[in-house]
């Protein structure tokens, strides 16, 4: 499966995506955070580490959710216009094979 048909898979339902449960786990928590932050509890916490992630991971699974969710309300507040799909398959494509780092 190609990387654009597993991201449609994810999307399109989260239980049957060809993903591993640890992937699952963690964008099921994701998802629960995006949806109704104040209703996650300490054992969503533990149910990530059982399956494997670190404190790290999960920290910077919440940052991340919460950065977002900051971009998506700000640049709807202020009007700030959409990129083009070329836009993001442009930008998914230098941060799959250059990274987040600039190499200068």
């Known amino acids: 499966m190609g990387d654009r048909d ?3 898979a994810v999307l399109n ?3 049957t995506a060809p993903i591993s449960e640890k992937d699952r786990a963690l964008y099921a928590f994701v998802k629960k955070v995006n949806a109704d932050s104040v209703a996650t509890t300490p054992e969503d916490i533990d149910q990530l580490r059982k399956v494997g992630w670190t404190d790290e991971a999960i920290y910077d699974a919440i940052t991340v959710c919460a950065l977002f969710n900051f971009y998506n309300v700000w640049i709807d507040a202020t009007g700030v ?3 083009p799909a070329i ?3 442009m930008s998914g494509h230098r941060l799959a094979t250059e990274g987040y780092a600039r190499n200068d």
């Open 6 to 8: 597993l991201v449609q």
């Open 13 to 15: 339902d989260l239980t």
């Open 81 to 83: 216009s959409d990129m």
């Open 87 to 89: 836009g993001y398959e």
